[in-house]
């Protein structure tokens, strides 16, 4: 049965950064394209980015743009999301997120595509 965990959340002042580590046990994580949502408090869980199972295409939303950065060590079997310049707005809980696929260079933004979720970890960022 495949499960992940995460870990690194924490509280940090607006302006800094975190990484998230998200580790997989019982599965192949070579097959899975890979992905990072949140969600907030009184708020629908949302896409932040993607990472295709191969790690050679991503997707991010708007809102994290060039400020999350989404990476993938098959080897080490874990999922990293690089977060620079936290801003209040994304104080919410990290889930990562795997897909199973057939295609080596495709990023899923959609959670539908998801089979295998973790339990989240708690980021908040004060102002």
């Known amino acids: 049965q495949v499960q992940l965990v995460e870990s690194g959340g924490g509280l940090v002042q607006a302006g800094a950064s975190l990484r998230l580590s998200c580790r997989m046990t019982g599965g192949s994580f070579s097959s899975y394209a890979m992905g990072w949502f949140r969600q907030a408090p009184g708020k629908e869980r949302e896409f932040q980015v993607a990472?295709?199972?191969?790690?050679?295409?991503?997707r991010s939303a708007d809102s994290v743009e060039g400020r999350f950065t989404i990476s993938k060590n098959n080897a080490e079997k874990t999922l990293y999301l690089q977060m620079n310049n936290l801003r209040p707005e994304d104080t919410a809980v990290y889930y990562c997120?795997?897909?199973?696929?057939?295609?080596?260079?495709?990023?899923?933004?959609?959670?539908?595509?998801?089979?295998?979720w973790g339990r989240g970890t708690q980021v908040t960022v004060s102002s």
């Open positions: 990472i295709s199972r191969a790690g050679d295409d991503t």
């Open positions: 997120a795997a897909a199973r696929t057939a295609y080596d260079s495709t990023a899923y933004f959609g959670s539908a595509r998801y089979q295998y």
